[in-house]
């Protein structure tokens, strides 16, 4: 009888336990993942929040329309996962959170973009940003996400200041060899965003760049009609110190880098222009405006040994590391 009852005791044990062993087994691993609150993997640099500095909430505007708030590194990470590859070096990315969270801070101080003072997650505005989850969905892994949430993690609470104010910190793809004046690409001088050299880009996908076009396709592209060879239409060109094109006269009539940039829809301003067998050539260096903190060269940066804080001082030269709650 004893042994009986040890047996049936023993498989009312078993009853209790079994559903939440089998339940814990079968999960995968994108269910085990909290969202949102992922504990980066041990490394010699701990990630602390540097102290004074408070964790604080912005506004977002999303792309459905509607403005959220959302803890500051949240959005910092989605916009690192969205704006930069996670294979490249973790001092680049680094870098990157820092000048995602500076060009954040500066939208919503400023609050004169978007309604209620919002930064959007529309890369052609503000700063693109996606989800840890839709990026595990769509893009990349669960340590992808864990080695950029610790890139954010070990810079939190970090901006990056001029003179003691929030700094413009404008950032592109790639500069094809050097980056750009602010003043030449928008009209103003900004003592700490002017052309620097960014080696080490050349085996970056968007570093030179050919298209071409036919004579009907590049006169509509101007919006003008144009007669004659081709040839022809190419006068003066004049250059920035970036190496963009400042003017270029096309069929009599002068035109800036930018605009050209624009109508043409080309990678950056760092083009040259010729004619072969009837067809205008275009070969551009680099990928986007060329202002401030060149992506892959802040990877090939990191890659030969420079830190965050020697990628941030290469491209914002005469900008200082501060922490938010020192800022006024």
């Known amino acids: 009888m004893d042994k009986q009852w040890q047996q049936i005791l023993a498989a009312f044990i078993l009853g209790l336990i079994l559903p ?5 087994l079968g999960r995968g691993a994108a269910d085990s993942m909290p969202q949102l609150q992922i504990q980066p993997p041990e490394t010699s640099e701990q990630a602390t929040v540097p102290e004074g500095t408070e964790s604080c909430q912005i506004p977002v505007l999303r792309m459905d329309g509607e403005v959220i708030s959302m803890e500051l590194d949240t959005y910092v990470v989605g916009v690192v996962l969205a704006e930069m590859p996670a294979s490249f070096a973790p001092e680049a990315l680094k870098a990157q959170a820092v000048v995602a969270r500076t060009y954040a801070m500066k939208r919503v101080t400023e609050g004169i973009r978007h309604p209620q003072g919002a930064v959007c997650t529309d890369p052609g505005c503000c ?22 949430t610790a890139a954010v993690e070990a810079t939190a609470g970090q901006v990056l200041t001029y003179h003691g104010e929030l700094a413009e910190a404008t950032y592109f793809s790639c500069s094809g060899g050097k980056t750009e004046d602010a003043v030449a690409v928008w009209g103003t001088d900004i003592p ?6 960014s080696p080490g880009e050349e085996q970056a996908l968007p570093y030179s760049k050919t298209v071409s076009f036919t004579p009907s396709e590049f006169a509509c592209a101007l919006g003008r009609e144009l007669s004659g060879h081709p040839k022809d239409w190419l006068g003066v060109v004049t250059y920035t110190e970036g190496g963009g094109v400042a003017t270029m006269v096309v069929a009599g009539v002068s035109y800036t880098g930018v605009r050209l940039r624009q109508l043409l ?8 222009m010729s004619v072969s067998d009837g067809s205008i050539l275009i070969t551009t260096m680099g990928k986007g405006h ?5 992506q892959y060269g802040a990877d090939a940066m ?3 040994g420079s830190t965050c804080q020697e990628i941030l001082a290469h491209y914002y030269p005469g900008t200082k590391i501060d922490k938010i709650g020192a800022i006024g």
């Open 192 to 197: 700490y965003l002017q052309a620097v050299d």
């Open 302 to 304: 990191a890659v030969t």
């Open 290 to 294: 060329r202002v401030g903190m060149s």
């Open 127 to 148: 700063q693109a940003y996606i989800s840890p989850e839709d990026y595990r969905k769509d893009r990349g892994t669960l340590a992808d996400v864990l080695k950029i």
């Open 265 to 272: 829809r080309l990678n950056s301003t760092a083009f040259t």
């Open 20 to 24: 939440g062993l089998t339940a814990r």
